[in-house]
């Protein structure tokens, strides 16, 4: 057990990427139902939250092990959207402290006024 909160994410968004790779891995409200359960099931995480807009989409993972799995979900998100893009260099990934201010940010910037 550790005294931090075990999250990391990673994820494009506008800033990052084309609004045509954006669309190729958008993933609908379907699609975020089925992977949030896949990812639950397939690895060694303790949860998962997913944000798909038009603007993001980004995925964080808390979970002892998430450094580990981040590359391996990867490769499935990969593999289910049926493209390179969440491999690919225009992904953003982060962990721990830094995933803790980013998941605010963008609650603030996505629930707010």
Request: proline share 2%; hydrophobic share 40%.
């Amino acid at each position: 057990m550790t005294d931090y909160i075990p999250l990391g994410y990673f994820g494009i968004s506008h800033k990052s990427a084309s609004v045509e790779i954006r669309d190729q891995i958008a993933l609908s409200v379907d699609e975020q139902r089925f992977a949030l359960s896949e990812l639950i099931k397939s690895f060694e995480i303790d949860g998962v939250l997913i944000v798909s807009t038009c603007n993001r989409t980004e995925i964080f993972i808390s979970g002892e092990e998430y450094a580990v799995e981040m590359p391996k979900i990867r490769k499935w998100l990969d593999s289910f959207k049926n493209c390179t893009h969440f491999t690919d260099d225009q992904i953003i990934q982060s962990g721990n402290g830094y995933a803790v201010v980013d998941v605010v940010s963008i609650s603030c910037r996505v629930f707010g006024s």
